[in-house]
Structures are given as C-alpha cells and as structure tokens.
C-alpha cells in the first residue's frame, strides 16, 4: 500500500471525509481532550468519539490491523490528518504508548509481547510512562544503576528513576535496568513493568509551572517477570536508543502530529495588546520585527516537516535527524512562549486572582513549562552531540589523543 496512485488516494480522502463526517460529533468540534497531561475521563460524545476511532484502527493508522492498527500507508494517514483538521476533529488516542513505546516494540517485541501489549494501546486503554533518568543518570543516560537481579523465572528489580512522566497515573513502565555491573552500554536491559507490582512507589514533583506530570519512581525488590524483557538479556541500549529517536519525532512533530508552534494565534494576541499604527502594522516596531522573524522560522520548520512527509522518509521510522527537528522544535516553542508572555506585558506574569484573563493565566504557566522542552527526549547538548557525531561524521571530542 506505500506506492499508491493520486487516484487511490483521493478515493481513500473521499472515504475518510465521509466517515468522519457520519462519525465525528459536532459538540467536539476544536476540543482536543487528548491534549491533557492528566488522565481524561471519557463520556458523553467523547467517550463515543473515542470508541469510534478505537474501532476503526485509525489512533494508529499505520500500525498493523492485526494488532488493532488501521493498516494505512503513511500516505493516507496524512490524508486523514488533513481531513480531520478540515474539520476540527481531533485524534483521541495518544501518550508515550503510542508515540514512544508502541512503535518500538512492533520493532523488537516478540509476538507474544504485541499481542499483549500493542491492542490496549490502540485502543487507548492503558498508559505507559518511561523509566529512563535516575539521579544520577540524566544526559549520561548510559550510566543508570537501578539493578535487576536474574532470579531464575523473573529479574528483581531495586532502583530509583526521576522524572518519570505521568508515573502515578500509569500502568505500566518501559525501563532501562542494568544486568551487568561490569560494562556500560553492553550491561543494560529494556524490561516492562506493571506499575501495581509490589514495590513500585511514585511521588510526584510538583513544577515551577504548578503541575505534577512528573515523578520520582522508586523499585524495592519488584518482580518483574522474564517474558516482559524486550530484546535480548544487555541488549537494551540498542532498543531504549530506538525508542529515544520516536520520542523525539513525536516531540518535533515529524510523527505528523500537530506543531506546538502557533504563529498565527501569537499574531493575534500581538495585535490585541499592542495595537496597530496609523498604516495598520503592529504598533511596537521591535517585537513586529521579531515576530517576523519567529513566523518565517515557524513556516519554514512546517515546511521541513511537510517535505519530510511527502518524502516519505518518516514511513521506516525517524532517524538521527530527529535530533536536529528536535532542537529547532525547542527552540521554537521556547521563543514563542516568551513572545506570547512579553506581549501581554504585565498580564503574562499573572499566577492567579481576577485580575488576569484565562489565556493570561494559560500563557504564563506554559511560558514556564516549555523550559523543560530543551531537556525533554535528550537535552540540547546531547542533541549537538549526537548531530555533530551521527549526521556530520565529526571526530568524538572526548577521545583525545596526545
């Protein structure tokens, strides 16, 4: 199905707009109750909303209608897209299941594990969370030191992570564990952990921005099954490096997901604050100026996106190069934030009272909250990293030689 006609695919747009248009209730029209960090609790339309996509496969259209997949090519999930954007519509099935762990065990979980796993995740049944980062492991990653022991029919797992992202809401967790003591990247293992396992505690970590969408995540002596290992026994550095490059797809928007940048909606919040002049333009030469400037960036980053689409490039999975869409993409959402708080002058630093509009109040907690945008899915550093090593084929500086 990847080398399908202009034809077929405008017989495929017909068909999706005609389901969407029988399907996609009109009361959710521009509402996108998948965007929340918390769990959503589905009723009314939307829980029909959600059943309804569920049913047909198309939360995750491209993925094997045998695992409860759509089975599109990438082609006609694009076309979907642009035909619920048409209308408002939205995808309610979501999270790091779907954007992180999901593809990657269609890569290297065994029949068994997607069985298991990939149809709830389809479905948006269950949620998942990360077990990468500990103290002392961060942009080292490889360094980690949470421990499973091999216990004969399971591995006994003790160790703590951080900054484990919706940990006290999910049900399972995707973990990077060591194995072997006496090696670095060749001692780590990928396990699966059922978050109500005995011994797995959370404590949530309450942000500059006012919320809680991360954890600490302890394990003391937590029995993690042998056939929830992924990949081969200190094979895990090869499948949590895979899982790294969909995160950062997913976080870039080179997944086809919607772009967090929105030039146009800072446009307008521009011209309500600051005016226009005589000749129509916005009244403050400077920040028009800049927004310019953040506009052609937006444009341009959404035309990269789009080529990369059309190419065809995202259909066997993201590349190192989603480490420079990632970065672009931080940067992006960084300094539209900014822009958007700087516009509304004193209304953008508001922390609460009637005094602050709603989007006031919005814009101030979001400013706070993209910092961690340079640091989410690998920092910036490891990112240049990573280009200068992996793209551009420069020697590793920190092998030096005397």
Avoid at 3 to 28: H, I, K, Q, V
Avoid at 269 to 292: E, M, N, P, Q
Wanted: proline letters at 5%; hydrophobic letters at 40%; glycine letters at 12%.
């Amino acid at each position: 199905m990847s080398n399908l006609s202009t034809a077929d695919l405008d017989a495929f747009r017909a068909e999706a707009r005609s389901w969407l248009a029988e399907n996609f209730p009109p009361s959710l029209k521009g509402r996108n109750d998948a965007g929340s960090e918390a769990p959503v609790v589905w009723e009314g339309d939307a829980a029909l909303w959600k059943q309804r996509v569920a049913d047909r496969g198309w939360g995750v259209p491209t993925w094997p209608v045998a695992y409860g997949g759509g089975g599109l090519s990438f082609k006609q999930s694009q076309v979907l897209r642009e035909e619920m954007s048409a209308i408002g519509a939205w995808n309610p099935i979501g999270g790091m299941g779907v954007m992180m762990f999901g593809p990657t065990l269609l890569e290297y979980g065994t029949e068994a594990q997607k069985l298991q796993h990939i149809p709830p995740i389809a479905r948006g049944e269950l949620r998942w969370c990360q077990g990468y980062s500990e103290p002392g492991a961060g942009s080292d990653l490889a360094s980690l030191q949470t421990r499973a022991e091999d216990k004969g029919d399971h591995f006994l797992v003790n160790g703590q992570k951080i900054w484990t992202s919706g940990a006290h809401w999910s049900d399972w967790c995707f973990c990077l564990v060591r194995t072997d003591a006496t090696k670095k990247h060749e001692g780590i293992s990928f396990v699966l952990i059922d978050m109500r396992t005995p011994g797995v505690e959370t404590r949530p970590i309450k942000l500059i921005s006012g919320v809680s969408p991360f954890c600490e995540t302890f394990f003391t002596d937590v029995q993690v099954p042998k056939e929830n290992l992924v990949g081969p026994v200190n094979g895990g550095w090869t499948v949590g490096k895979r899982l790294l490059q969909h995160e950062r797809n997913g976080l870039s928007g080179g997944s086809g997901g919607p772009s967090r940048v929105d030039p146009a909606k800072l446009v307008e919040v521009a011209k309500a604050y600051f005016g226009l002049d005589a000749d129509g333009r916005l009244a403050d030469a400077d920040f028009r100026t800049r927004l310019i400037h953040n506009n052609v960036d937006a444009h341009a980053y959404a035309l990269t996106l789009r080529r990369i689409a059309d190419e065809g490039k995202t259909a066997n999975g993201p590349s190192t190069t989603t480490s420079i869409l990632k970065n672009v993409s931080a940067k992006l959402v960084t300094e539209s934030a900014e822009m958007m708080v700087e516009a509304m002058g004193q209304g953008g630093v508001g922390w609460e009272g009637d005094a602050f509009s709603e989007a006031e109040l919005a814009a101030g907690r979001n400013y706070l909250g993209v910092k961690a945008h340079a640091i989410a899915g690998g920092s910036t550093e490891v990112q240049n990293n990573i280009i200068s090593k992996r793209i551009l084929g420069l020697p590793d500086s920190n092998r030096h030689t005397y």
